[in-house]
């Protein structure tokens, strides 16, 4: 397997990635070009203020009293969208939720204190649980996710309700596949379409298509179905995507959010990764990111750490340290997923078994999977030496940063909240 010469992508991650002469991945080359851009910040936070005062106009003559909606999860990405939207541009967002019920009591907390802290609005939709079980055993089945409706139902939810509150701007945070792996540059200025939620978010099956598979019925899917193109023109619906006029710093906003409004961060070891402050929300992402690794051999910790070697925080050798230390794990949270959805572990393993990629895995003489190769097993050479960036002083690891991610060496401070003290062994729907 190619790895990238600079970040830990495999040349088999998702969605596509592609390394250049140097053996650099776009995902790399996508970071690099946040520095250097054909349309520079301060003319891309002009463009923004204008989109903002359109939406307050629109707002007036149609006489509402909020002129955006805000998707939220509780995260710190939610809390900075709000922050900057209220507190820097005093708009009037109408936060909305849409709660998948696999909640961590983290979460929980957290989406409370961005409803207490910014004063705003909440629409939440609290999917109920058949429903989410059915569905969530069907694509499990079908594609190997059991998340499939926090996607639909975050990227399809909010224009329900703009349809409905007859708000047409929606502000979205990251364009996170940008991001990861590059597969779009920053001078295209990309917005929300119907055709990106279905191809990136769910993974190219709308709604309608499930209805009678694995006993999902109308009712179920409901939450998923995106207006009708009539009802989008109407309101003039439109999604923007802040990071496209906005220097993003995932780190930078969790520290801004900490200390301004409170978020918080957990302080046990995850089990898949060392970041203590992204998706935090989500108790099902470890069994999640556990099953991106059975398909294509790496994890969140790949994820995770490549997002701090294009930083300057982490080196190549200490990211493959937490390769090592969390990318195979299997969580303990699995068997009570099972539990949930109705069947074996071993069933589970036998759902996965025809999901994974030729490419990185294999079956041994006795029949078990293993991997053929790692970036853990690749000595960094000429072209890694060439690949790496200039390192900042801030490190990742470093005692300053020990809230943020989790080094044994120096673990977080307890905060004395439960909520964010302990690792939840089941999710919480309300
Ligand atoms: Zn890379």
């Given at each position: 397997m190619q790895y990238c010469a600079r970040c830990l992508y495999p040349a088999n991650a998702k969605p596509t990635i592609i390394m250049d002469e140097e053996g650099i991945c776009s995902g790399c080359?996508?970071?690099?070009?946040?520095?250097?851009?054909?349309?520079?910040?301060?003319?891309?936070?002009?463009?923004?203020?204008?989109?903002?005062?359109?939406?307050?106009?629109?707002?007036?003559?149609?006489?509402?009293?909020?002129?955006?909606?805000?998707?939220?999860?509780?995260?710190?990405?939610?809390?900075?969208?709000?922050?900057?939207?209220?507190?820097?541009?005093?708009?009037?967002?109408?936060?909305?939720?849409?709660?998948?019920i696999y909640n961590t009591p983290a979460g929980l907390r957290?989406?409370?204190?961005?409803?207490?802290?910014?004063g705003c609005d909440l629409v939440r939709y609290t999917a109920g649980a058949d429903a989410v079980r059915r569905i969530s055993r069907y694509m499990l089945e079908t594609v190997g996710d059991l998340t499939w409706h926090y996607h639909a139902g975050i990227r399809t939810f909010p224009f329900q309700v703009a349809v409905q509150y007859n708000i047409p701007l929606i502000v979205w945070g990251e364009h996170g596949f940008a991001e990861l792996t590059g597969i779009v540059t920053l001078d295209d200025f990309?917005?929300?379409?119907?055709?990106?939620?279905?191809?990136h978010d769910m993974r190219g099956y709308e709604p309608h298509q499930l209805i009678g598979k694995g006993g999902i019925t109308e009712g179920d899917i409901r939450p998923y179905i995106y207006p009708s193109d009539d009802d989008i023109a109407r309101v003039g619906v439109r999604g923007i995507y802040l990071s496209n006029f906005f220097p993003w710093d995932a780190k930078e906003h969790a520290e801004l959010m900490i200390r301004e409004?409170?978020?918080?961060?957990?302080?046990?070891?995850?089990?898949?990764?060392?970041?203590?402050?992204?998706?935090?929300?989500?108790?099902?992402?470890?069994?999640?990111?556990?099953?991106?690794?059975?398909?294509?051999?790496?994890?969140?910790?790949?994820?995770?750490?490549?997002?701090?070697?294009?930083?300057g925080r982490m080196t190549r050798e200490e990211g493959i340290e937490m390769v090592r230390r969390y990318d195979a794990r299997e969580p303990k949270s699995l068997e009570m997923y099972c539990d949930f959805l109705g069947i074996t572990k071993a069933e589970f393993y036998a759902i996965v078994e025809r999901m994974r990629d030729p490419a990185i895995w294999e079956k041994d003489a006795s029949g078990e999977w293993y991997p053929?190769?790692?970036?853990?097993?690749?000595?960094?050479?000429?072209?890694?030496?060439?690949?790496?960036?200039?390192?900042?002083?801030?490190?990742?690891?470093?005692?300053?940063?020990?809230?943020l991610y989790y080094n044994p060496a120096c673990p977080p401070l307890k905060t004395g909240e439960a909520a964010l003290d302990e690792q939840s062994p089941t999710f919480r729907i309300l």
């Open positions: 080359r996508y970071h690099e070009s946040r520095k250097k851009l054909e349309i520079p910040w301060s003319e891309r936070r002009e463009i923004f203020e204008q989109i903002l005062d359109e939406a307050r106009r629109m707002a007036k003559a149609r006489g509402n009293s909020h002129d955006c909606i805000v998707p939220v999860s509780g995260g710190k990405d939610s809390h900075y969208q709000v922050w900057l939207l209220k507190k820097k541009y005093g708009m009037n967002p109408l936060l909305v939720t849409f709660n998948h957290n989406l409370s204190n961005l409803v207490e802290k910014s990309v917005e929300f379409t119907k055709w990106t939620r279905k191809e409004w409170n978020f918080g961060t957990v302080t046990f070891e995850r089990e898949r990764t060392f970041n203590l402050n992204a998706k935090i929300e989500d108790h099902a992402n470890d069994v999640h990111d556990y099953l991106k690794y059975l398909k294509f051999g790496y994890g969140r910790a790949t994820d995770d750490a490549s997002m701090e070697i294009r930083h053929k190769d790692s970036v853990i097993n690749h000595p960094i050479g000429a072209l890694e030496e060439a690949a790496r960036v200039e390192q900042s002083n801030d490190r990742t690891l470093a005692e300053a940063n020990r809230q």
